[in-house]
Nanobody, 124 residues
Framework: QVQLVESGGGLVQAGGSLRLSCAAS????????MGWFRQAPGKEREFVAT????????YYADSVKGRFTISRDNAKNTMYLQMSTLKPEDTAVYYC?????????????????WGQGTQVTVSS
């Protein structure tokens, strides 16, 4: 079992930055591929970024490529999402997810564990 807790969300002006964190319980964090997803009001949950078990592989949604950076620190059982040049359309609840996957995944189905989410609001 893995428990995930997101933090770092908040209110920021357009053009600003935020760093989200996802803290994981358990001793096998390094065995899991991780991902960030988001869900805006009235919309379906969408993929944001994913990272492999050792951080060697990453993949981003086109909408955030070049603005967001995903990373992880396996010694701290924590994953991060550095968000820069934020736009109002980035407003959403951001969720982290974990899965024992052979590779990274950009769809939510393969992920077994999910956090409760953290709200990010970008004002114009």
């Amino acid at each position: 079992q893995v428990q995930l807790v997101e933090s770092g969300g908040g209110l920021v002006q357009a053009g600003g930055s935020l760093r989200l964190s996802c803290a994981a319980s358990g001793r096998t964090f390094s065995a899991y591929a991780m991902g960030w997803f988001r869900q805006a009001p009235g919309k379906e949950r969408e993929f944001v970024a994913t990272i492999g078990w050792n951080g060697g592989s990453t993949y981003y949604a086109d909408s955030v490529k070049g603005r967001f950076t995903i990373s992880r620190d396996n010694a701290k059982n924590t994953m991060y999402l550095q968000m820069s040049t934020l736009k109002p359309e980035d407003t959403a609840v951001y969720y982290c997810a974990a899965g024992r996957l052979p590779t990274i995944a950009s769809t939510d189905g393969p992920y077994s564990y999910w956090g409760q989410g953290t709200q990010v609001t970008v004002s114009s």
